[in-house]
């Protein structure tokens, strides 16, 4: 059994900050490709960042060089700092991890998403 639980969401004003959480628990043999992801009511999911297991990183354009992502592989976890927060980055965020249980390919596992509204 393989769980990714997220925290660290809630509300914020413009121009804020949040960090969000996410923690790889269950028989894990490896984990590759960690990253997060949002959706806003009516809208589809799009990538926001993602890391490697080596720390290379990929951002949505329009979070560069306010968003950041890191890991930690020795807690099978992944973060997502969040500054200068826009109402528009509003949505339901997700975690996301390719995941190599004790045999079989990398899967990828979705946390429960957690939500992040700026608003003023």
């Known amino acids: 059994q393989v769980q990714l639980v997220e925290s660290g969401g809630g509300l914020v004003q413009p121009g804020g900050s949040l960090r969000l959480s996410c923690a790889a628990s269950?028989?894990?043999?490896?984990?590759?490709?960690m990253g997060w992801y949002r959706q806003a009511p009516g809208k589809e999911r799009d990538l926001v960042a993602t890391?490697?297991?080596?720390?290379?990183?990929n951002y949505l354009d329009s979070v560069k060089g306010r968003f950041t992502i890191s890991r930690d592989n020795a807690k099978n976890a992944v973060y997502l700092q969040m500054n200068s927060l826009k109402p528009e980055d509003t949505a339901v965020y997700f975690c996301?991890?390719?995941?190599?249980?004790?045999?079989?390919?990398?899967?990828?596992?979705w946390g429960q998403g957690t939500q992040v509204t700026v608003s003023s």
């Open positions: 996301k991890a390719k995941i190599r249980r004790d045999y079989g390919d990398y899967v990828p596992y």
């Open positions: 269950g028989r894990i043999f490896s984990i590759n490709d």
């Open positions: 890391i490697t297991s080596d720390g290379r990183t």
